[in-house]
């Protein structure tokens, strides 16, 4: 336990952080008021080579059908110094986010409470989506539906208790300790710390996250990067190294977002990962690009997607069921969101 209080303490003054990903990164306002968000999805995936083995990324490992991704309904309310959020999903891609749950709780993305008494700290306590990286888990927040390997075997939530301190100006940082990665209750021992440093130009067309989680046997380095080149374009950067047990893997990826027109944006996302050494059992490197058009219809958006994965090693399987070093698909996703 000494041990345990000491890392966090030493955590809190060297590794300073914000949560880049959760809705609660900031101080709540003493404004009472209740939000609700609902929205749906779903997905048609074609594989080139006609396997659903090729797909080695999260949430959309079908071939040749119809899929719903996930139903999802969040609230959040805010009373005085107080708030609190339930975030409930149902399909695959809820049961995938929180796979080491079993029956109801799948279906429980995130719940936390959290308390701000005063502009510059607020504590949260429950479960949260990670600060880690630059996709997220609801498919209306990423242009790309497919998720990136970086994503895919980084953490998807955490469970324990988180500061968020503003430090004046654009900065702010978030300190706290979890149970072990995607992790709802302690079933597993241990703890591990996690902490993100968050600043941004004062326009916030630039703006830049340092986010760690490490315990015993494991540490994670991540840094993401947004750019608003002009109105239109947009250039985004998640780069991050994971050490597990002597071994690593690591991902870096770069966004290009161009909106045409309200009506209709481009998505390109070029990703390198490499898992050479197997750390999360991948073996190889592999090279992505997925190319996505986002077609908007007020809250109806239509996304057509084209991806193509380059391996190091024939780790795809073509057509005539031989190994290959490289795989395709093409997917068509539509995503609804009611409020």
């Not at 504590?123 to 895919?152: C, P, Q, V």
């Not at 990962?273 to 999360?280: E, M, P, W």
Request: hydrophobic fraction near 40%; glycine fraction near 8%; charge should be positive.
């Amino acid at each position: 336990m000494k041990k345990t209080i000491l890392t966090f303490t030493t955590l809190f003054f060297a590794i300073i952080c914000v949560n880049a990903q959760s809705d609660s990164s900031k101080p709540a306002a003493s404004a009472n008021s209740t939000t609700q968000t609902i929205y749906i999805d779903g997905y048609y995936r074609a594989d080139f080579g006609g396997l659903q083995s090729n797909n080695k990324t999260s949430f959309t490992n079908s071939n040749n059908a119809l899929q719903l991704g996930m139903a999802s309904y969040k609230v959040d309310q805010t009373f005085g110094k107080f708030a609190g959020t339930v975030d409930l999903g149902f399909g695959k891609r809820a049961e995938e986010f929180s796979y080491n749950d079993r029956g109801l709780a799948t279906a429980v993305k995130q719940a936390y409470i959290s308390y701000a008494p005063n502009s510059v700290i607020k504590f949260t306590l429950g479960k949260w989506a990670t600060h880690i990286g630059y996709e997220l888990l609801d498919a209306y927040s990423n242009r790309n539906y497919s998720m990136s390997y970086g994503f895919s075997y980084g953490p998807f939530f955490h469970t324990g208790l988180r500061a968020d301190i503003a430090l004046g100006g654009k900065t702010a940082m978030m300190v706290g300790v979890a149970e072990p990665t995607d992790i709802t209750s302690a079933k597993v021992e241990g703890k591990i710390a996690i902490a993100q440093l968050s600043t941004a130009s004062s326009d916030d067309k630039l703006k830049a996250f340092l986010n760690y989680q490490g315990g015993k046997d494991k540490s994670q380095f991540d840094v993401v990067l947004n750019a608003a080149i002009t109105d239109q374009l947009g250039f985004n950067y998640d780069g991050t190294v994971c050490n597990l047990a002597g071994t690593n893997w690591s991902s870096n990826a770069i966004y290009f977002n161009y909106d045409a027109s309200t009506k209709v944006g481009f998505a390109l996302r070029s990703e390198l990962f490499n898992d050479s050494k197997g750390a999360v059992g991948v073996g190889t490197s592999i090279f992505q690009n997925t190319l996505s058009a986002n077609i908007h219809f007020n809250k109806f958006t239509i996304i057509p997607e084209i991806r193509l994965d380059n391996a190091n090693d024939k780790v795809f399987v073509n057509g005539t069921n031989v190994k290959s070093f490289g795989s395709g698909s093409f997917l068509i996703a539509a995503v609804y969101k009611f409020k």
